[in-house]
């Protein structure tokens, strides 16, 4: 790989439009100078605006399209109606032609998923995709995954997972051997859904040795950071990154009203304002802001629909991140190794 990054972008995914995209591209440019653009979307409407962008358009590539999906279309009609016309489908295929390193939108979710299968295809023995998010914690961060690619899974579907989200973990974080949790309603292995407790067992038995897994976890344990990387299903994955994301706008609302009632709350928020300033950083979804779609033959993040400059720019960040870690790469070898042991292991139980 060469040591410039190329990332496509889809112009006109997100609620907000191409002028948070192209903020958020120079943003990360800024940050990442080694970064170049592929950029689709509609010209009569970028064109005009890469003027005020002159980092954006100097570093850029641009190719029109004459489709935009939209943000509440069925992923099914988005297929149909943007398969090879859509800003959407062509960021995704110039990741599969090479024209890119990794693709990134704020575009419709479902549908990015559905173009994203379709085009780039799954890996070899990966029966879906997940999306893997960063999740913040009290000792750093951690990767939660599946947070809403399918809904569902079984006790192999779990086991992929988690060594997906293993082989983010050792490319996001540098840890050679992440640590790992089954999400569960309690600790104890009699515990919980049986796909959940056979996936347990197989991950207690395969002994594999890129991810050192620790057992259940519960939903307390997702923001103490008890393990580098916790592995769910989409639906309930989804409920608790909503509910996380629902809870931070909950008490920042708290806080800003606790600091604002009184004069005396006001006077005491000046002496304490750079104490709130780093919680507010903390609790900025924003700052945290990309899933990562793994398990395909190529590197799609999925940026927040309603996600402001900043926030874009981190999801570029995470696009960043993992192509210079190689993320594709240590996925395929951990999946090696897996299909290597559970092969002996077939062997040895045949014998």
């Known amino acids: 790989m060469s040591e410039q990054v190329k990332i496509s972008l889809d112009v006109m995914g997100g609620d907000n439009g191409p002028a948070v995209v192209l903020e958020g591209a120079d943003i990360a440019l800024i940050r990442r100078p080694d970064i170049r653009y592929v950029l689709f979307g509609d010209k009569d409407t970028i064109e005009p605006m890469l003027e005020n962008f002159p980092r954006v358009k100097q570093a850029s590539t641009f190719e029109h399209c004459d489709v935009m999906i939209q943000m509440d279309e ?29 693709c990134v939108s704020a575009g419709n979710t479902g549908a990015l998923m559905a173009m994203s299968k379709f085009c780039l295809r799954t890996m070899a023995n990966i029966e879906r995709p997940a999306i893997a998010a960063i999740w913040p914690t009290l000792r750093g961060e951690s990767v939660v995954l599946d947070v809403g690619a399918t809904i569902g899974a079984d006790a192999q579907q779990l086991l992929d997972f988690a060594l997906m989200g293993g082989a983010m973990a050792r490319s996001l974080f540098g840890i050679e051997r992440p640590t790992v949790g089954l999400l569960n309603i309690g600790e104890e292995d009699v515990k919980g859904l049986d796909e959940v407790k056979e996936a347990g067992r197989m991950l207690r038995e395969f002994h594999l040795p890129h991810l050192d897994y620790k057992g259940f976890v519960e939903g307390d344990d997702l923001g ?21 994301e629902g809870t931070a706008k ?31 950083e903390k609790m900025d979804p924003n700052k945290v802001n990309g899933g990562v779609f793994l398990g395909l033959n190529g590197i799609v993040i999925k940026s927040h629909g309603g996600t402001d400059g900043e926030g874009f720019a981190a999801a570029i960040g995470l696009g960043y991140d993992m192509v210079k870690n190689g993320l594709t790469a240590k996925i395929e070898q951990d999946l090696t190794v897996y299909q290597k042991s559970r092969f002996a292991a077939d062997e040895e139980s045949a014998e």
Request: proline share 1%.
């Open 224 to 244: 103490t950071g008890a393990v580098d990387v916790v592995v769910t299903e989409g639906f309930v994955g989804n409920i608790a990154l909503k509910t996380a």
């Open 74 to 102: 069925r992923p099914s009609q988005a297929l149909r109606r943007g398969r090879g016309k859509s800003s959407m489908w062509n960021a995704i295929e110039a990741t599969k032609t090479g024209a890119s390193d990794v």
């Open 250 to 280: 909950q008490l920042a609302e708290y806080l800003r009203s606790a600091m604002t009632r009184t004069w005396m709350a006001r006077i005491g928020y000046l002496f304490a304002r750079s104490a709130f300033v780093k919680l507010r």
